[in-house]
């Protein structure tokens, strides 16, 4: 770290080393590092001058030098089942989504974090994948999502899943980063971290070299290359048996169960013969499947190609799966009355022109990137306000 540089660093988010690096390049004692590192990570501040051990010059030397929060919240919307979704302004004005949820248990949150803004993979069924790839986040601004969420919600972050905007594993190296300063720093360890990949057979096996405890999750969605080509176009660098193989290398390496994540498109990814295939194919694994019934996204010309299947069909799946010996669930849907999918809120501010301004009211009849919804929050800097319900908006075109 550049003393001389005279723009702002960004201090949270970052590790306690490189605190440290800043501080020595200010001359100042490297005590104090460890008094900002704490302010930051065991205290939350959101400003230099809640740092009062710091003495007044050291605040201000501080507040021309370096900044916090990294990260700025440009919007929030609160779910009806306590569910937030963020939207946060990174230092050059992009945004990315956080979301922040609970479960059964209501005392264990899990924040669910963005790695690149945009994605380069273009899952057809995405409201990222509709963005088109921006730029890789770096460790801190992954980390500061956690840090953000937990100074604004005031709830302490519990697990952390690598499912946000992006492909975690197309950004691998500043990912492992942030899972070291989230352990080392915010203190999540890595059997509380999941990383989810579409795929990407290099990042597996780099992640594997770390032998960290964090869970990897495939993105399945179909059993085969050639129908999974159709919604995950890297099928074609990586087919379904090399991802097999990868997985199974990552299991005799790290010991850690894996999950397999399988989106349900009706018509799509849905049919028995599908749920067989797929008992087959993970026979061997070490892994639980969760499968993802499908939340209806439009793409940027209006149109949800995809349908969610019938609750039958759901089930119908589920039991043919669970012929493989394997766990499965479906997985407990959070947020569905807020832009809760990946990408849906980034999008609809992007449409609107929004993403870099202050936090402000959305006109409740713009909504591209967005479903229908019973009336939900839009909470932002200003306070909360009830949105008024919207008319569910009918698919005007299905893909079969
Ligand atoms: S589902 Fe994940 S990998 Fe696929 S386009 Fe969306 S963000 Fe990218």
Same mark, same amino acid.
């Given at each position: 770290?550049?003393?001389?540089?005279?723009? !702002?660093?960004?201090?949270?988010?970052?590790?306690?080393?490189?605190?440290? +690096?800043?501080?020595?390049?200010?001359?100042?004692?490297?005590?104090?590092?460890?008094?900002?590192?704490?302010?930051?990570?065991?205290?939350?501040?959101?400003?230099?001058?809640?740092?009062?051990?710091?003495?007044?010059?050291?605040? +201000?030397?501080?507040?021309?030098? @370096?900044?916090?929060?990294?990260?700025?919240?440009?919007?929030?919307?609160?779910?009806?089942?306590?569910?937030?979704?963020?939207?946060?302004?990174? !230092?050059?004005?992009?945004?990315?989504?956080?979301?922040?949820?609970?479960?059964?248990?209501?005392?264990?949150?899990?924040?669910?974090?963005?790695?690149?803004?945009?994605?380069?993979?273009?899952?057809?069924?995405?409201?990222?994948?509709?963005?088109?790839?921006?730029?890789?986040?770096?460790?801190?601004?992954?980390?500061?999502?956690?840090?953000?969420?937990?100074?604004?919600?005031?709830?302490?972050?519990?697990?952390?899943?690598?499912?946000?905007?992006?492909?975690?594993? /197309?950004?691998?190296?500043?990912?492992?980063?942030?899972?070291?300063?989230?352990?080392?720093?915010?203190?999540?360890?890595?059997?509380?971290?999941?990383?989810?990949?579409?795929?990407?057979?290099?990042?597996?096996?780099?992640?594997?070299?770390?032998?960290?405890?964090?869970?990897?999750?495939?993105?399945?969605?179909?059993?085969?290359?050639?129908?999974?080509?159709?919604?995950?176009?890297?099928?074609?660098?990586?087919?379904?048996?090399?991802?097999?193989?990868?997985?199974?290398?990552?299991?005799?390496?790290?010991?850690?169960?894996?999950?397999?994540?399988?989106?349900?498109?009706?018509?799509?990814?849905?049919?028995?013969?599908?749920?067989? +295939?797929?008992?087959?194919?993970?026979?061997? /694994?070490?892994?639980?499947?969760?499968?993802?019934?499908?939340?209806?996204?439009?793409?940027?010309?209006?149109? @949800?190609?995809?349908?969610? !299947?019938?609750?039958?069909?759901?089930?119908?799946?589920?039991?043919?799966?669970?012929?493989?010996?394997?766990?499965?669930?479906?997985?407990?849907?959070?947020?569905?009355?807020?832009?809760?999918?990946?990408?849906?809120?980034?999008?609809?501010?992007?449409?609107?022109?929004?993403?870099?301004?202050? !936090?402000?009211?959305?006109?409740?009849?713009?909504?591209?990137?967005?479903?229908?919804?019973?009336?939900?929050?839009?909470?932002?800097?200003?306070?909360?306000?009830?949105?008024?319900?919207?008319?569910?908006?009918?698919?005007?075109?299905?893909?079969?």
């Amino acid at each position: 770290m550049n003393s001389t540089n005279t723009s !702002p660093c960004g201090l949270s988010g970052k590790s306690k080393q490189e605190i440290e +690096q800043f501080v020595t390049g200010l001359c100042l004692p490297s005590y104090r590092a460890r008094q900002i590192h704490s302010w930051i990570y065991a205290r939350n501040a959101a400003s230099f001058d809640e740092m009062t051990d710091l003495g007044k010059e050291t605040r +201000q030397l501080l507040k021309e030098r @370096a900044q916090i929060p990294l990260l700025k919240l440009a919007h929030l919307q609160v779910s009806a089942d306590g569910t937030r979704k963020y939207l946060f302004e990174l !230092p050059d004005g992009q945004s990315v989504e956080s979301v922040l949820m609970s479960f059964d248990d209501r005392t264990s949150f899990t924040a669910c974090v963005s790695s690149q803004v945009g994605c380069a993979v273009g899952c057809t069924f995405c409201a990222t994948g509709y963005l088109g790839f921006k730029r890789n986040l770096a460790a801190a601004e992954i980390v500061d999502q956690v840090m953000s969420i937990q100074r604004e919600s005031g709830k302490r972050v519990a697990n952390v899943v690598y499912m946000g905007q992006g492909e975690p594993l /197309l950004n691998v190296e500043e990912v492992i980063k942030s899972i070291a300063v989230l352990g080392q720093s915010v203190g999540i360890g890595a059997r509380h971290i999941t990383v989810s990949t579409s795929g990407i057979v290099p990042g597996i096996r780099r992640l594997a070299q770390e032998r960290l405890q964090v869970t990897l999750a495939l993105s399945l969605h179909a059993p085969e290359s050639k129908s999974r080509q159709e919604i995950v176009p890297t099928t074609s660098r990586f087919p379904v048996d090399e991802l097999m193989q990868a997985l199974a290398d990552y299991y005799s390496c790290c010991q850690r169960r894996l999950t397999i994540e399988y989106v349900l498109l009706a018509g799509i990814t849905d049919s028995p013969d599908q749920a067989r +295939q797929l008992a087959q194919l993970v026979r061997n /694994l070490h892994c639980n499947i969760n499968l993802i019934p499908y939340n209806p996204t439009e793409n940027r010309d209006g149109i @949800a190609a995809y349908a969610r !299947p019938s609750l039958s069909a759901q089930q119908r799946f589920k039991r043919l799966a669970e012929s493989s010996g394997k766990t499965v669930t479906i997985r407990l849907e959070r947020g569905t009355d807020i832009d809760a999918a990946c990408g849906q809120l980034h999008n609809r501010f992007e449409d609107e022109g929004k993403t870099s301004a202050a !936090p402000r009211e959305l006109d409740g009849q713009a909504r591209a990137g967005s479903q229908g919804r019973a009336g939900y929050k839009d909470v932002t800097a200003g306070g909360a306000q009830e949105r008024p319900a919207v008319k569910p908006k009918r698919p005007r075109a299905r893909r079969s």
